[in-house]
């Protein structure tokens, strides 16, 4: 187990994709997040995951319980504002009946499982079902106008045009069919993001059982840290069962480098606000939920 003060505990790194071609199609990496649920579904490790679905609205999530593969499919994607899953967390074992609860998220996202499961308030009969949790990386997040504002106005692109957003080589890319692209640099879209992930001290997911993100791989591969026992066994038996094409981190550019420089980045920048944040005021500071 490595343990590192930046990429959190776990048991392997490795880049990976999925080895279906209609989960690769639309997904917004290597698909790792569908495939490992599709698989996990399949196998009755879980009955159900709770993901990112979409809503009425072009681009904005509605966090749904998928329970079956047509559902977690139409998930695919990265949506650059807030998909609150953690909502359906009790109801996914109430009315939906499940006793395997799969769940997605950010880093955010993963520790409020983690905090639900040791402390659950609120929370009778969820911490024992909880069957897989796959985190995402996240550097940060936008409310759903910062987006509109960023595509609709910065981008001048039709939000229901758009067939792909990404975060990535220092740019927000809004992609549209017919291959077009525009690129915002990152200096434009900051003052959109949203502020409580100015505290935010977790790049990578460090608390999911396996954690997955595009930075470190090459395009249309991921990044994928193995972390706990549950996910290794789940990811060695989806390995086994043919659904992912894999490759040793070491063998691919641009490495594990990449996601340390970028997650020292983050951590050291929020740091810093947490610290700000202790004098504030005069004689008086702001919150620090860490203590
Ligand atoms: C706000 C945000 C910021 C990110 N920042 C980075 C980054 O800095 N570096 C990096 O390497 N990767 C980042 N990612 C992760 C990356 O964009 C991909 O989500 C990840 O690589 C998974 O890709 P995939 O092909 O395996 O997933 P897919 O198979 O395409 O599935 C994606 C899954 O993510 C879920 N999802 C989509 N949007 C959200 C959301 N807003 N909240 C919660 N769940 C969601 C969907 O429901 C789906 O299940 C970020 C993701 C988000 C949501
Ligand atoms: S930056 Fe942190 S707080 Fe903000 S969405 Fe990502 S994980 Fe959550």
Redesign the pocket.
């Known amino acids: 187990m490595v343990s590192d003060n930046f990429l959190g505990n776990y048991a392997s790194v490795v880049a990976a ?2 080895t279906d071609k209609s ?2 199609k ?12 599709a698989y996990a579904l399949e196998e009755g490790i879980i009955d159900g ?1 709770i ?3 979409p809503g009425d609205e072009p681009w904005k ?1 509605v ?1 749904v319980v ?1 329970t079956t593969v047509e559902e ?1 499919l139409a ?9 609150p ?1 953690m909502q359906l967390i009790k109801e996914a074992t109430r009315s939906y009946g499940l006793d395997k609860v799969g769940i ?3 880093p955010c ?1 993963i520790q409020a499982l983690r905090k639900g499961q040791l402390y659950p308030v609120g929370l009778r009969d969820v911490p024992d079902k909880i069957a897989l949790a ?1 985190g ?7 409310p759903y106008q910062s987006i509109v504002q960023l595509v609709e106005d910065h981008a001048n692109t039709k939000l229901e045009n758009v067939t792909k957003m ?3 080589k220092g740019k927000f890319w809004v992609y549209t069919g017919r291959g077009a692209s525009v690129q915002l640099p990152l200096k434009i879209t900051h003052k959109y993001e949203q502020a409580g992930c100015h505290v935010c001290l977790d ?2 997911s460090n608390l999911a059982d396996v954690s ?5 791989t090459p395009d249309g591969w ?2 994928v840290f193995v972390r706990t026992k549950n996910g290794g066994d789940i990811w060695a038996k989806a390995i086994a069962a043919g659904c992912f094409e894999t490759k040793p981190m070491d063998s691919v550019k641009p490495g594990l480098d990449l ?1 340390t420089k ?1 997650a020292t980045e ?1 951590i050291t920048k929020n740091q810093k606000t947490l610290a700000e944040r202790a004098t504030f005021g005069v004689g008086k500071g702001l919150r620090n939920p860490y203590i």
């Open positions: 994709r999925s989960i690769l639309g997904a917004q990496d290597g698909g790792i997040v569908t495939q490992l649920f995951a993901v990112a679905g999530p966090p998928a977690l998930a695919r994607g990265t949506k650059y504002n807030i998909s899953n997605v998220g950010t996202q796959v995402i990386f996240c550097m940060e997040n936008f990404d975060i990535g790049y990578v997955t993100g595009s930075v470190g991921s990044t996601v970028l983050k």
